[in-house]
Every structure is written in structure tokens, then in C-alpha cells.
């Protein structure tokens, strides 16, 4: 089970570019400078005194405490966004949050409580850690399953943060972590990234990536050998705490079902039909005695919170 994520969205190398090395090695010299241009591989892009100024401090900030709070405030400077957050998804334990800053405070009003509990098994951003995604940048809704917006995870949770687009810087600093630099637009301006800021986003795209794979670079993930995924655990707690004798495949299909995904897309991601999805998802919901999504989800959310 799993899904390829590509340059089909967007997505930039940060390595392997001679200019990005130049940046970080010459912070002094930036702060110098009345204007920067920012290269990302479609167009140039010319940072004014005030950016080129907050760009230096962050790249002076890498390895500080000051780090993330200088990086927010470049992005600020430099781009329209609402809200940012930036965290850790590791291999062998639940996310680290570093830095979360939103106009509107119900954007991540639930992030400590529900999120990194366990919700976060059911976002898209961690699915690109889990597949082991290319660095770069993604944007959400290109990434999301295709029922993404209809699932009882967008409604109950989602949905509460307001937030309307989201944009997500990815690099993978070290074997089995991966950082997400995430800047969004929420309900504090009501409007979506339009696709001139989202080519800003993606020219500055190279900085953003060096600049978290530089600052996070000693991340470590020391994974236990024969670490049971997600959803074995998902189905040896139900069957404990519920009675329920999920089969593995209904297991699998029940946490495809709670991500978002339609019937189609999960036999493309099994490699069965989507009559046989449908099939076994009757089977599914028969035995945990439920007729809805949405008691699927009140079902094995709470196992989720407790991973």
C-alpha cells in the first residue's frame, strides 16, 4: 500500500543547486545587501532591503532557539501567508512540534491535543513521510485523496482550523525523519493562494528547503527493528478493547476509508476492483454492527489517539 508523490506536484529538489550553498555560507554579507535574488528554477524573483535583512537573520539563526521565529517572520515579510507550523515526523515515535504561529487562534487550537496524539496518521503531510516522499514542495489539495474533502477527518478536525489552502515545504534531514515547514491560508483572509503567489512560494522554495535541512540536520530516528504499522496495531486494539476480528484487509481498507480515499482510489492502491472494495467494505461495517463513515471514525479514532 502506498502512493508515489512526485515533481507532478510541484515538488523542487533543494540539493544540487550551486547558489543555495553560496546563501547559507555568506550570511554576513547578506545583511549587507539592498537586494537578493531568490532562483527557483522557473524565474527570479528580487527580495526588497526589509526581506533580504530578515532572510540573513534566519540563515544567522540556523542551530539557535531563534530559528524558527526568524524563519516565520522572513516568510511573513516575503510572502501573504496566515499561518505557519513547522514539526518532525519520525519512524519511531509521534511528531515533534517546533514552531506554530496563525492569526486565527483555531487553526491549531487542537494541535497538541488531538494532532500529534494520533490524528496526525490521517494527514496527508505525514503520508509523505511514510512514503517516503521526494523533497520539495507539495501543495495539499495535490496531495490529499481524491474523497479528501468528504472524509469524517476534514469535517471533525480539519475543518475546525480553518484553514483553506495549505502549501508544505518537505525534507528528510536524516533516515526516518522528515521535517514540514507548512504555511497556509486560514480564515483570517478568506481566500486561497492564487497561482502567482503560489509560483512566489514555489521560487523560494530551494531557500526554505536548505535552510530546514541545515537547521534540523542532527534530527535523529532510531526505529526498533520489526515496528508493527499502524494498521496491525489499528486491528489487534480493536479486536482487544471492541471484540471486533478485523481481517487484515478489512483493517487496511478501514484506514484507507478514514484518510479519504474513494473506493476507486484504494483498489488502485491494492490492486483490486472497486466492486471488491465495496464488497468488503459492506463486510467491514457489518461486523463493527455501524452503517456510516462517520461511525467508522467515532469507531477508531479513539485507537488512533492512543498510538
Known amino acids: 500500500m502506498g502512493r508515489k508523490f512526485k515533481g507532478s506536484v510541484g515538488c523542487l529538489p533543494c540539493r544540487g543547486s550551486a547558489f543555495i550553498p553560496t546563501i547559507l555560507d555568506n550570511r554576513d554579507n547578506l545583511i549587507q545587501m539592498r537586494g537578493i535574488y531568490l532562483w527557483g528554477g522557473i524565474g527570479v524573483e528580487q527580495l526588497d532591503t526589509a526581506q533580504a535583512q530578515a532572510l540573513a537573520k534566519t540563515i544567522a539563526d540556523i542551530g539557535t532557539p531563534s530559528f524558527e521565529a526568524s524563519l516565520d517572520a522572513w516568510l511573513g515579510l516575503t510572502y501573504k501567508i496566515d499561518n505557519v507550523t513547522m514539526m518532525a515526523f519520525f519512524d519511531d515515535r509521534r511528531p515533534e512540534v517546533y514552531y506554530s504561529h496563525a492569526k486565527d487562534k483555531r487553526v491549531f487550537e487542537k494541535l497538541n491535543s488531538e494532532y500529534v496524539r494520533g490524528v496526525y496518521l490521517l494527514d496527508p503531510a505525514y503520508a509523505l513521510h511514510t512514503e517516503s516522499a521526494e523533497e520539495g514542495l507539495y501543495r495539499l489539495h ?166
Not at 483570517?188 to 530546514?212: Q, T, W, Y
Not at 504499522?229 to 489487534?236: N, T, Y
Open 142 to 307: 495535490d496531495i490529499a485523496p481524491d474523497q479528501f474533502q468528504r472524509n469524517e477527518y476534514y469535517a471533525t478536525y480539519y475543518r475546525r482550523t480553518t484553514l483553506i489552502d495549505e502549501v508544505i515545504y518537505f525534507v528528510r534531514p536524516s533516515p526516518g525523519v522528515s521535517v514540514t515547514v507548512c504555511v497556509g491560508r486560514d480564515a483570517s483572509s478568506g481566500r486561497k493562494f492564487s497561482a502567482h503567489m503560489f509560483d512566489r512560494l514555489r521560487n523560494g522554495a530551494p531557500i526554505v528547503l536548505a535552510l530546514a535541512s541545515r537547521h534540523w540536520e542532527n534530527l535523529r530516528s532510531e526505529k526498533p527493528q520489526d515496528v508493527p504499522q499502524v494498521v496491525e496495531i489499528l486491528r489487534e486494539r480493536v479486536k482487544q478493547d471492541k471484540g471486533i476480528a478485523l481481517s487484515p484487509r478489512q483493517s487496511e481498507i478501514a484506514f484507507l476509508i478514514l484518510q479519504g480515499h474513494s473506493s476507486v482510489s484504494i483498489g488502485l492502491l491494492l490492486g483490486i476492483s472497486p466492486q471488491t472494495v465495496k464488497v468488503i467494505r459492506k463486510q467491514l461495517y457489518r461486523k463493527c454492527e455501524i452503517s456510516s463513515q462517520a461511525e467508522l471514525f467515532s469507531l477508531l479514532t479513539p485507537f488512533l489517539l492512543g498510538m
